[in-house]
C-alpha cells in the first residue's frame, strides 16, 4: 500500500508524534526554491538580491535555515523583524515595509541597524526622517510606487489599483517628488530607490513583465527628468504556486530569470543604470512546501452534502473563508485508492463558512483517518488565530525522514497568559 511521505516520513508517524492539526515543511522543498531564486535571479548588468517575504511564514528557525542560503528578509512588523534578530540575520539585508509603521517600529528598526525602510507615503517619510536625526542613525529607503498594473488576482490580494493602499501611485508626480525631495536634503535618510509589487499569487508571466516595463520606464523618466540614475529597484514578489490541479504556475527559478532577462532589455531600452534588482519571493518560497495534517472526527449527511469535520479550521487557515482560496487534499493512508465520494470538509470552528475544501472527490474516508491539506506553507500558521479559544497547531520541518518540531503546539495556559487578574 502506498502512502503519503513528506520529508520521508509518513504522515502516520508524524500524526502520533506531534498531534493534529500539525503544520508539516518538507525541508528540502524550501531549501530548493531558495537556491533555484538566487541561482536564476543573477546579472551581469547589476547587483542582485533575493528577499524572502516574511509574511507569508515566519519563524526562528526558517530565517536562519534561508540567511544560510544568502537571503535576505522583508519584514512588515516589528515582531517578524524581532524574529529576524533573534535569527542573528544580516541586518543589512533586511527590507521594513508595511503602510502604517509605528514609531516604536520605526525606532526599533533604527537601533537594529536594518538596511532599508521602504516608505509608503509622504506622512511616513517625515516620520522617517525626523526619528532617524533625533537617534543619530543612517539608513537608507526605497520609496514604494504602485505602477497602476492590473494582476489577474483576487481583489483582497491586488495590490496595485490606482486607490491601492500601497505605495504612492506613479501617476502622483506631486508626492513622490515631495519624497525624493525631502530625502535628498537629509543627511541621514538615503533615497537608495524604488519598489513596486502588484499582488499576490499571480501565475501570469505578462503582468510581472508589464510592471518591470513600467517600473524601469519610471527610472527612466526620473534620470531626463532630474538627473537620477544608478538607483535600487526592488520589483516585489506575489509569484503564484500551485494549488489545485487547474493551477499551472511558472516555477520559482524559470520566473527570476525572465524577470532578469526582462530587467536586463528594458534598462538597456531605457539607458538607465539600475544599481541593485531585489525581488521579495514569500509564498514560492514555502508555499508548496507546507502541508497541513488533521484528523478526521465525525461525519454525516446533510441535505446532497456529505461532511467530514476535522479537528482544525478556518483557525489555521482562514485562506477559503478570507477570499474563496482552493486547496487540494489527500487521505495520505489511501493514497492509492480511487476517488470514489464528494466531500465537504469542514473545520470545528463554530462558522459556517469554515470550509477548507467545499467538494473533493476522495476513497471512502472513516473517521480517524488523517487528511492532509497541500500547498498550507504559505499564509497558514501565519494567519491562524484562536478564535473560539482554539490553539495554533504545531509547526514540524522534516528532512531525511528526520523531524524537528519549530514551534510547539499552543496550549490554553498560552491562550490566557495575556490575561491579567483585574477581571471582576
Avoid: W
Avoid at 511564514?57 to 537571503?71: C, D, K, V
Amino acid at each position: 500500500m502506498s502512502v503519503l511521505k513528506i520529508g520521508g516520513m509518513s504522515c502516520r508517524q508524524l500524526a502520533e508524534q506531534f498531534g493534529t492539526p500539525l503544520c508539516v515543511y518538507d525541508e528540502e522543498k524550501i531549501l530548493s526554491q531558495a537556491r533555484a531564486a538566487v541561482e536564476n535571479f543573477r546579472s551581469d548588468m547589476f547587483d542582485t538580491e533575493v528577499a524572502y517575504a516574511s509574511k507569508a511564514f515566519s519563524s526562528i528557525g526558517l530565517f536562519g535555515m534561508l540567511a544560510a542560503e544568502g537571503l535576505g528578509f522583508d519584514v512588515v512588523s516589528g515582531g517578524e523583524l524581532y524574529g529576524a534578530m533573534k535569527a542573528g540575520v544580516d541586518m543589512d539585508k533586511v527590507y521594513f515595509h508595511g503602510n502604517n509603521k509605528s514609531d516604536d517600529e520605526i525606532r526599533m528598526a533604527l537601533d537594529a541597524g536594518v538596511g532599508y525602510f521602504v516608505i509608503d507615503n509622504v506622512m511616513e517619510c517625515g516620520r522617517i526622517v525626523k526619528l532617524a536625526g533625533e537617534a543619530g542613525r543612517r539608513t537608507r529607503a526605497l520609496l514604494r510606487i504602485n505602477p497602476g498594473i492590473s494582476a489577474h488576482t483576487h481583489e483582497y490580494i491586488m495590490t496595485s489599483k490606482p486607490d491601492s493602499k500601497f505605495g504612492i501611485y506613479i501617476e502622483n508626480t506631486e508626492h513622490i517628488n515631495r519624497v525624493i525631495d525631502e530625502l535628498a536634503a537629509d543627511d541621514n535618510v538615503e533615497l537608495a530607490g524604488f519598489h513596486s509589487h502588484i499582488g499576490s499569487q499571480i501565475v501570469d508571466v505578462a503582468s510581472f513583465e508589464k510592471a518591470l516595463g513600467t517600473m524601469i520606464g519610471f527610472l527612466g523618466s526620473l534620470k531626463r527628468s532630474r538627473g537620477l540614475d544608478g538607483m535600487e529597484l526592488s520589483i516585489g514578489g506575489g509569484f503564484g504556486i500551485k494549488y489545485v490541479a487547474e493551477d499551472h504556475p511558472v516555477s520559482l527559478g524559470d520566473m527570476c530569470a525572465d524577470m532578469i532577462r526582462c530587467a536586463e532589455e528594458a534598462a538597456k531600452a531605457e539607458d538607465v543604470k539600475i544599481a541593485k534588482l531585489i525581488t521579495e519571493p514569500g509564498r514560492a518560497m514555502v508555499g508548496e512546501a507546507g502541508y497541513t495534517l488533521y484528523t478526521i472526527g465525525d461525519m454525516k449527511k446533510s441535505g446532497d452534502k456529505n461532511y467530514i469535520f476535522v479537528d482544525g479550521g478556518m483557525s489555521d487557515n482562514i485562506r477559503p473563508a478570507l477570499y474563496g482560496a482552493e486547496y487540494d487534499a489527500v487521505l495520505p493512508e489511501k493514497y492509492d485508492e480511487e476517488p470514489a465520494i464528494s466531500y465537504c470538509v469542514a473545520g470545528k470552528n463554530c462558522e459556517s463558512g469554515d470550509v477548507i475544501i467545499g467538494d473533493i472527490k476522495l476513497p471512502e474516508v472513516k473517521s480517524g483517518d488523517l487528511l492532509a491539506v497541500v500547498s498550507t506553507g504559505a499564509y497558514g500558521y501565519s494567519m491562524a488565530s484562536n478564535y473560539n479559544r482554539l490553539g495554533r497547531p504545531a509547526v514540524v520541518m522534516v528532512k531525511d525522514g528526520e523531524p524537528r518540531l519549530i514551534i510547539r503546539r499552543e496550549t490554553y495556559e498560552d491562550m490566557y497568559a495575556l490575561e491579567t487578574e483585574n477581571q471582576a
